[in-house]
């Protein structure tokens, strides 16, 4: 095949799992808030002293906590670092940089699903947020009213939200074409720029800033009241702890034991008393693996890692979901503006077409492609097994060599709503710090693999579409295209002969996460409609753990909203003097 483009493309999706380590990586300190404090400076036992211990500052934690602050004493343990000040973090155009980092100090820790997707999720205060494409979109209101929530509570807490976090993007040339490729091809009515979850095309928010400043959900920590706030950076908790264990009353959570960056052992006690909680907002791998660790899960696996039992409770990490991501690569003659997902057509078949585009990274000398970098896993060159560490060296460094040109264009991509599918988590081992194994089963359920191909017609349509013919070479139809995205190693899935022939076949081979994962600790079966973990007192679970299904086209204004929620749901049942239950 003689397309220069062709093989240019198909070098420079390198394939890199693991990208080297950064020796002498400077670490950033970022201590923005006077109520900040590095967790080995901690006391190594506190009592009574706080009301409410949030495990895990990330994007549900950092609202919430800074709520309960108004009223009450509260502590947050987050085993990351702060996200001020690290570069990686704040500038857009550094996006992918945290996730291709894979040294044990990362923002971001990698995960490998059962499913062969490669995955991230967060390990720094602010959570997902400082990672994510920074795409900001509310929940529906039928979503809204089918999760319980009081409705104008919930429009005030987006606000809130919103006043701190939430930008309207400036629009450039390349996602105009796209935007003007879906309303081409009926994904109407157009509604303009707005943050709600309306069928047809839009504009959403983003948390970036129009200086391409991220702005993460640790800057809604500014609400809180610094005088009854505490903050404790790499504070990693591995276990909860209960009083009332094993006698005929119900276990009350009552403390915890976290490790600070020495590997040194901290216990704290929560003020005694009815209403003292213990919250945790560890988000979807991190809760269901916190509550397994701290004896509340299925009693034979627990016990398979010497657990003690508090609380057999087989449906802790069931209902384990990740919405498929799949994408076309659309190689531009003209130069495209870099950009995360700004543009989104909401189809009336449950699928959301996103575009991302540019030379990310632009920083840092490597060249390449963003949400789709071969070095944070999506895309990849070279098949699983051939991925030494010399090859994906030589990958980068070949990578950094190439042309420009070879970088200009975008994605398209797809994700389904829902999903239907589910899988499941499992403790790995007992250490806090490891990874729990997760399945996500993606597309198992035929209506989920049925929205997924619908979506991808639409795209071809749109790389079609009169509105987005300056950004493609006329001689390259969509399915040439789509050809080459079959053809390029996705992940560790293996291709079939039918990949490129086959949309279903397409959709299974080249899966990857848009990183939406959620559940593990769902409404109605870990906890209840109050976020308490049922079976236990004193004890809630608020983050995307709780979902059964994802908010909106993108879930963090969701996750994010809820924080504040409940914050003001549990200050006011306080108020009201609600019995806990
Ligand atoms: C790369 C990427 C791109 C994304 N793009 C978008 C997007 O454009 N738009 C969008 O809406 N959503 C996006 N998302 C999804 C969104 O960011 C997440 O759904 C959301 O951040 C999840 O929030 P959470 O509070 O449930 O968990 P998290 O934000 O992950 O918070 C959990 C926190 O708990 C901490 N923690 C975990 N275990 C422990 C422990 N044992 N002790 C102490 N602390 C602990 C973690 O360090 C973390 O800070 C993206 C996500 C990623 C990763
Ligand atoms: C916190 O303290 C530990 C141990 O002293 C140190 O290694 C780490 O760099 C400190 N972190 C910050 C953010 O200062
Ligand atoms: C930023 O990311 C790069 C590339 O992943 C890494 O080498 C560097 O150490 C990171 N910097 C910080 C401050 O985390
Ligand atoms: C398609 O167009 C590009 C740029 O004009 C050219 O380099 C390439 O050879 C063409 N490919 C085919 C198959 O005609
Ligand atoms: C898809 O790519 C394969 C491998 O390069 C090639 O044999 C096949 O002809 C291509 N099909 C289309 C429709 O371009």
């Not at 036992?45 to 009223?71: D, F, M, N, Q, R």
């Not at 100090?105 to 995955?119: A, C, H, L, M």
């Not at 907002?281 to 509340?296: E, F, K, N, R, Y």
Request: net charge positive; with cysteine.
């Amino acid at each position: 095949m003689g397309i220069w483009w062709w093989r240019l493309i198909l070098v420079s999706l390198a394939g890199i799992l693991f990208s080297p380590k950064h020796g002498a990586s400077q670490r950033v300190t970022g201590m923005k808030y006077t109520f900040m404090k590095n967790a080995s400076s901690a006391p190594s036992v506190s009592y009574y002293e706080y009301e409410y211990i949030v495990i895990g500052g990330g994007t549900a934690g950092c609202p919430l906590a800074a709520t309960l602050s108004e009223k009450h004493k509260v502590l947050v343990l987050e085993r990351g670092p702060s996200p001020y000040g690290n570069p990686n973090i704040t500038n857009l155009d550094a996006f992918g940089a945290a996730l291709s980092d894979t040294s044990p100090n990362s923002p971001s820790q990698r995960f490998i699903s059962q499913d062969g997707v490669i995955n991230s999720r967060a390990r720094v205060l602010g959570g997902g947020s400082c990672l994510n494409a920074g795409f900001y979109t509310r929940a529906s209101p039928y979503y809204v009213r089918e999760a319980g929530w009081d409705g104008k509570l919930v429009k005030k807490s987006y606000e809130w939200v919103e006043r701190v976090v939430a930008f309207e993007p400036i629009v450039r040339q390349w996602q105009s074409a796209v935007r003007g490729g879906l309303l081409e091809v009926g994904v109407l009515p157009y509604n303009g720029f707005t943050f709600d979850h309306i069928r047809g095309t839009k504009v959403g928010g983003t948390i970036f800033d129009q200086h391409g400043h991220r702005h993460t959900a640790a800057d809604l920590l500014e609400y809180a009241n610094p005088t009854q706030l505490t903050v404790l950076l790499q504070a990693t908790v591995s276990k909860i702890l209960f009083t009332n264990k094993g006698s005929r009353s119900r276990p009350v959570a009552s403390g915890v034991i976290f490790m600070d960056a020495l590997g040194r052992e901290h216990r704290v006690y929560l003020k005694q008393g009815p209403k003292s909680e213990i919250i945790v907002s560890a988000g979807a791998l991190g809760s269901p693996q916190l509550l397994m660790l701290s004896g509340i899960g299925a009693e034979r696996e627990l016990r398979k890692h010497n657990i003690d039992v508090v609380l057999n409770q087989p449906l802790v990490g069931q209902g384990m979901s990740d919405n498929p991501m799949n994408a076309i690569f659309v190689p531009s003659p003209v130069p495209v503006e870099v950009s995360l997902i700004e543009v989104v057509g909401i189809t009336n078949v449950g699928s959301y077409i996103e575009a991302a585009s540019g030379q990310m990274f632009t920083s840092r000398s490597p060249r390449d492609y963003g949400m789709f970098s071969p070095k944070i896993g999506q895309f990849s060159k070279l098949p699983p097994k051939q991925r030494s560490p010399e090859a994906v060296a030589k990958a980068i460094e070949k990578m950094g060599m190439l042309e420009p040109a070879a970088f200009r264009g975008g994605f398209i991509l797809e994700k389904i709503m829902g999903p239907i599918s589910t899988g499941e988590l499992q403790l790995e081992t007992s250490d806090p710090n490891d990874n729990p194994s997760v399945s996500f089963n993606y597309f198992k359920d035929p209506r989920d693999l049925r929205r997924c191909v619908q979506g991808i017609r639409t795209i071809e349509k749109v790389i079609e579409s009169k509105a987005f013919s300056r950004f493609r070479y006329h001689n390259m139809s969509a399915s040439v295209l789509l050809n080459m995205t079959a053809n390029s190693p996705v992940n560790l899935l293996p291709k079939h002969s039918n990949t490129a022939t086959s949309l279903e076949q397409f959709c299974r081979d080249t899966v990857m996460t848009i990183w939406h994962y959620h559940g593990g600790c769902q409404v109605g079966r870990v906890v209840d409609a109050r976020y308490k973990v049922i079976g236990v007192d004193a004890l809630r679970v608020i983050d995307g753990s709780t979902f059964n299904c994802s908010p909106g086209t993108n879930p963090q204004a969701t996750v994010m909203m809820l924080g504040r929620y409940m914050g003001v749901k549990i200050l006011r049942e306080r108020l009201a003097g609600a019995e806990t239950e």
